[in-house]
């Protein structure tokens, strides 16, 4: 086996453990609401998602030291499968997201991705243009602040 060979393999396995969400798949994410808790399609709000964020504060100024831990998390969970232009890799690019949506709905899907997967007709569709699901990545309610933060950023 080539040297490159050898280094090309556990960099792939990385690669392919980083995008499975890692951790036992038995085990439920603290932030994910419950299957019984969501709601019907026809209860689904298109604007708010599905979540335990109802209304988030977001200030007119960009939080600098919020938008850096957010690139944090954004490199070590996200950058993986997404880019920060509007190019699609595994998913689709960061760029404009603040834009089409509130800071409620990207919070909410970023923590309840499943649940919003399934019952948000523009993610179904972007899925079947993916082709891959998004795995929840178990990110704590500051590690989403942040990276909503980064994304407004990025929007800027």
Not at 14 to 21: I, P, S
Not at 74 to 85: E, I, N, V
Not at 87 to 112: C, Q, S, Y
Not at 148 to 153: A, H, I, L
Request: with cysteine; net charge negative.
């Amino acid at each position: 086996m080539t040297m490159k060979k050898a280094l090309l393999i556990p960099i792939v396995i990385y690669l392919l453990t980083a995008c499975a969400g890692g951790g036992d798949s038995s085990s439920e994410s603290s932030n994910a609401t419950s299957q019984q808790d969501l709601p019907s399609i026809d209860q689904y709000d298109p604007n708010r998602g599905v979540g335990k964020f109802t209304e988030v504060e977001i200030p007119d100024a960009i939080d600098p030291e919020l938008a850096l831990a957010g690139e944090a998390v954004f490199k070590m969970k996200c950058a993986s499968c997404h880019r920060l232009t509007d190019e699609r890799l595994v998913g689709p690019g960061f760029k404009g997201v603040t834009k089409k949506h509130d800071a409620v709905w990207i919070m909410n899907f970023l923590t309840n991705t499943e649940e919003m997967i399934d019952l948000d007709p523009e993610l179904q569709a972007q899925l079947e243009i993916c082709l891959v699901r998004m795995p929840n990545q178990n990110l704590t309610d500051e590690d989403t602040r942040a990276i909503y933060e980064f994304m407004r950023q990025n929007d800027e």
